[in-house]
């Protein structure tokens, strides 16, 4: 069963309570920390509520989670866990629930970040598909249907990746209700999970767990054949960085795959037409960009499926597919877009060269799957399949029920 819905209403109101409440003349400066991320909260702008939401902040995610923990522990008097109309707290205890919190949040340690240089690729075929998602883990909506599809996909399915980021926080609760219960089972596909920001949230306790589960053993790997190696980078420990050797190790494996056709692939993305850009990323990746050395670079992070031109000065094909289970809203065109339609009747809109990034098309498809009381319109969730065909590489961008929105060849 996935978390309870943390509404931004609860939110924002069990915040403002507790300051309400709270002595707030306590010297420890964590707890004075603590305070001002409370009140930070409280001036959240509100949203629709009995649908996910959750900002990109490491305190409002962490609160969320303490939320749907303690919803859950508290459960119904006919025994079902709570959900967003239900969930209750003391409102006579809330110095109680507010230290609670506290004690909590000051516990979450981060676990140490675990770096190697090992030339280690695992084999892929030669012929194989390779199945991804990024910003998956709410464990409803899409989601799981999307980890339903993969399951009744044809043979063969080298691996299955998720790009990263498990709601509220990644705790070692949402790993395993929101993506380990939920996660496509395959006996011909490896497993792996890239970390988020959300899973650092919650100190990457959860995420590190979850990689023992799947014997994973660290946050960065290579899989390659003959003709690619697909690099996934973790750029959530430090954020929008790489922490560790990875860059050393990156420069190992790209002499290593002499001749092959370099795919990479992280949590966070090295350039947007919507939002910020790479940050200390791209600058650790500079000279490999520039060599020319990536082909393809598949992201998530941001709430959309985009499929940007290749890029000018850096020649590689880049992609954003975060559009795997968190309720975002719908694409609405800009002036001078141009709406095009794609396979099985999906909407694409194409847009300029923007922000430093190159052109493209966005997904503007709607969302069967998110209900809406206040008939807000969603956005569309789905995940992208690579068919490795000797030299070819096919990339194939499917609706949750593995309907395909578009297909091609990704060029030379």
């Known amino acids: ?30 707890w004075q920390a603590f305070l001002g ?46 959900d967003s109309r239900d969930v209750m707290f003391d409102d006579k205890d809330w110095t109680g629930w507010a230290r ?36 998956w883990g709410s464990g409803r909506y899409g989601a799981p249907v999307i980890a339903r599809t993969i399951e009744k996909m044809a043979a063969p399915l080298g691996s299955i990746i998720h ?30 999970l890239l970390n ?16 023992e589960q799947l014997n994973q053993p660290f946050s960065y790997f290579a899989q390659g054949n003959e003709h690619f190696t697909i690099v996934c980078l973790d750029s959530a420990y430090d954020d929008c960085s790489l922490a560790g050797l990875q860059v050393d190790w990156l420069h190992k494996i790209i002499a290593h795959s002499a001749g092959k056709k370099i795919i990479l692939m992280t949590h966070h993305q090295p350039y947007s037409a919507f939002e910020g850009d790479g940050g200390g990323m791209v600058e650790l990746l500079r000279p490999i960009l520039e060599a020319k050395q990536i082909h393809a670079w598949y992201w998530g992070h941001e709430h959309r499926c985009v499929l940007y031109d290749r890029h000018p000065a850096w020649g590689l094909m880049g992609r954003c597919v975060g559009h795997g289970g968190y309720p975002y809203f719908q694409v609405t065109a800009d002036p001078g877009w141009k709406t095009t339609s794609g396979l099985n009747g999906s909407r694409w809109y194409e ?43 096919i990339e194939s961008y499917r609706r949750p029920d593995g309907e395909k929105v578009y297909e091609a060849e990704l060029p030379l």
């Open 163 to 192: 790009l990263g980021d498990t709601y509220y926080a990644g705790t070692p609760e949402e790993l395993e209700a929101n993506v380990l219960k939920v996660w496509p089972t395959r006996k011909d596909a490896r497993s792996y």
């Open 196 to 211: 988020g920001n959300h899973e650092r949230y919650g100190g990457d306790i959860g995420y590190f767990a979850a990689l």
């Open 351 to 393: 847009f300029g060269a923007h922000r430093g990034a190159p052109g493209g098309r966005i997904l503007g498809d709607d969302n069967p799957y998110v209900e809406s009381p206040k008939k807000i319109k969603y956005g569309a969730h789905g995940f992208v399949v690579l068919e490795l065909d000797g030299p070819r590489c």
């Open 1 to 30: 069963m996935s978390s309870p819905l943390i509404t931004p209403s609860l939110t924002r109101d069990l915040a403002g309570g507790a300051l309400d409440r709270l002595a707030i003349d306590d010297p420890d400066p964590q």
């Open 100 to 135: 609670s919190f506290f004690g909590w949040w000051r516990s979450l340690s981060p676990v140490p970040f675990k770096t190697h240089l090992a030339l280690t690729v695992e084999p892929l075929p030669s012929t194989t598909q390779v199945a991804f998602f990024g910003d």
């Open 37 to 82: 991320h409370l009140r930070q909260v409280r001036l959240q702008t509100d949203n629709e509520d009995n649908v996910l939401w959750t900002p990109e902040d490491a305190f409002t995610g962490q609160l969320q989670a303490y939320l749907a923990q303690t919803a859950k522990e508290k459960g119904t008097a006919d025994g079902r866990a709570l």
